[in-house]
């Protein structure tokens, strides 16, 4: 079972990366820390013309189902791995 506390902390561990993560691994994080703190996606999928909130909102629609635990570890474990390349 994920912790909050730590779910917490790693989302403001991932503020003081020096590099910024590819796209990929920034889509992985938004739709996971989305996921573990407000559950499937809710909301209308953005329009064409809003390419960067299509690409978040289809990321995070992809996550449906997943728990809020395993989103949140999922996310934990994802910052770890980048606070040890990104800093």
């Not at 020096?18 to 691994?25: A, V």
């Not at 703190?37 to 990321?59: E, H, I, T």
């Not at 189902?65 to 606070?83: C, H, P, R």
Request: no cysteine.
């Amino acid at each position: 079972m994920a912790d909050t506390a730590r779910f917490e902390q790693a989302r403001e561990d991932v503020q003081t990366l020096n590099k910024k993560p590819g796209n990929d691994d920034l889509l992985f994080l938004y739709a996971h820390y989305k996921q573990g703190s407000q559950g499937d996606v809710s909301g209308k999928r953005p329009g064409m013309l809003d390419m960067v909130g299509r690409a978040k909102y289809d990321a995070w629609a992809r996550l449906k189902g997943m728990s809020a635990d395993d989103a949140m570890q999922k996310y934990i474990d994802k910052v770890e791995a980048l606070l040890k390349t990104h800093k």
